[in-house]
């Protein structure tokens, strides 16, 4: 066996058990409560990502409605309207422009997954800048999953989960990753959980 790629299978799998290690349990709770009063009053979840974090807010909107009970939507989802909103508009519209179609509310909720954040300087992301942007003139919580500092995330959510940084070289593979173990950490919290998964049920 090649010992390149051993040593580096040991020393990736040893900086996720350092980022688990890393993780803030009081921001994760933090979450926690708001998805919970969200899904009280009625509110809406809407995940933002994109990218690889577009693909983890396309799984994760499934865990929120048929696992937590939470009305929840992801606009990555729509790869038309998407597109055209890019073509037409402008990349950097395309989340807030969405959002205000679907008529965000106080009550509702955004989750935004993303490895920077959002950095308007760095022109990295400014579409989930102007979501966020709308969503507190609207007066919405906004909670993340974030990588690196949190960026303009880690900046205005109501909770930010920030996945630590062990090794500058695997920022983007662990924070995608761990964005996974956090969301299905919440939907599986006993104040969020609703429904039974399907082999959690059949072992029973």
């Known amino acids: 066996m090649n010992s390149v790629a051993t040593t580096f299978s040991a020393q990736f799998l040893a900086e996720a058990h350092r980022v688990i290690d890393g993780l803030d349990v009081e921001a994760i709770e933090r979450a926690v409560d708001i998805l919970a009063k969200t ?32 009305e929840a939507y992801a606009p990555t989802d729509n790869v038309s309207e998407l597109t055209a909103r890019t073509n037409d508009e402008g990349w950097d519209t395309i989340f807030s422009e969405w959002l205000k179609v ?23 992301s400014p579409n989930l800048v102007k979501a966020l942007q709308y969503a507190k003139e609207v007066g919405s ?64």
């Open 39 to 70: 899904r009280a009053s009625g509110g809406r979840l809407f995940i933002l990502g994109v990218g690889g974090s577009a693909g983890n807010a396309s799984h994760a909107v499934n865990d929120f409605r048929k696992i937590v009970g939470l």
């Open 102 to 124: 679907s008529k965000l509310q106080p009550g509702d909720t955004i989750l935004v997954f993303s490895v920077g954040g959002g950095n308007v300087e760095k022109n990295v």
């Open 141 to 204: 919580k906004v909670i993340g999953v974030v990588g690196r500092d949190g960026g303009y995330t880690g900046q205005v959510a109501d909770a930010a989960v920030i996945v630590p940084v062990v090794n500058p070289d695997n920022i983007t593979p662990h924070s995608e990753a761990f964005q996974a173990v956090v969301w299905h950490l919440m939907v599986s919290h006993p104040a969020l959980k609703a429904a039974q998964t399907k082999w959690e049920s059949v072992a029973k």
